[in-house]
């Protein structure tokens, strides 16, 4: 066991060079005192990550955040993902006072109208669950990969996250997308219909929109902003910051078509 979390992740960064997916994740659930939690939202990497905990029975808790504002095939893929393998996944919500005064603040879409505004959305529907579903885990596992955006790409496999105090894993890290799609469908893993619809990265309804050709594969989401600076705010660095991105403002006249506000964040 690792009780020192802090070297534990730097020893788990350098094993998980070595290890397929389904080692990299029996390792940490092995090694990781207490709870080991996957936050999953139930894109595509982490429809495989599901696959693999759920398949070979890993102590891992999967854990969804849902904001309010999913898709309507994201619902029925999470009924489908719990149909297939027999399990359920933990739903964390918002808590209602907050997200009724939130409403009653900016509008039901008030998060368009500026960056303070989208702060306060996400902050309410994604961080505080999150901070939920993370409470007295001892490592966090993610979908990241190093191919979804360029400020990905020096993420490493395991970190320690000091602002939560735990482990944060990216087990996939080093996959491509191809590679995920040819696996999840060798092994029948149900996936979200929305990316045969061009949806590569799928968030909340009121801020997503389908990727177009020769666009990178996360230029759907939040696509008013600057491409260099956006980046969910569900993940920071050891200041509470989001390591690679700032916040940056809508276009001008921009109106969505599909989408959940991003968040740049947490709050201070």
Not at 142 to 153: E, H, V, Y
Not at 234 to 256: F, K, N, W
Request: glycine content about 10%; proline content about 6%; some cysteine.
């Amino acid at each position: 066991m690792l009780d020192d979390r802090a070297a534990g992740a730097a020893e788990l960064d350098t094993a998980f060079a070595g290890l397929d997916p389904l080692g990299r994740l029996r390792l940490i659930a092995d090694r990781m005192p207490g709870r080991v939690v996957f936050t999953t939202s139930l894109g595509i990497e982490d429809q495989m990550l599901t696959h693999l905990i759920f398949a070979n029975g890993l102590p891992i808790d999967v854990v969804t955040l849902d904001t309010g504002r999913l898709f309507p095939e994201t619902y029925t893929l999470w009924r489908e993902t719990e149909e297939r393998y027999g399990r359920r996944i933990k739903a964390l919500y918002p808590q209602a006072e907050a997200l009724e005064a939130l409403v009653a603040d900016q509008g039901i879409d008030g998060f368009y109208m500026s960056v303070d505004c989208r702060k306060a959305c996400c902050g309410v529907r994604k961080v505080e669950p999150l901070g939920r579903a993370l409470k007295g885990a001892s490592a966090w596992i993610t979908g990241l990969r190093r191919d979804q955006s360029a400020s990905r790409g020096t993420l490493d496999y395991v970190s320690f996250d000091a602002q939560r105090g735990l482990v944060k894993a990216n087990p996939i890290f080093d996959w491509t997308r191809d590679e995920i799609a040819a696996f999840t469908t060798a092994e029948r893993v149900p996936v979200n219909g929305l990316h045969a619809q061009g949806f590569l990265s799928i968030g909340c309804a009121p801020c997503t929109r389908a990727v177009h050709p020769g666009e990178p594969e996360r230029a759907g989401r939040w696509w008013w902003e600057d491409e260099a600076r956006k980046e969910c705010g569900l993940h920071v660095d050891e200041s509470g910051r989001v390591t690679r991105a700032q916040p940056s403002s809508p276009i001008a006249g921009a109106r969505p078509a599909h989408g959940d506000a991003a968040f740049e964040s947490l709050p201070q």
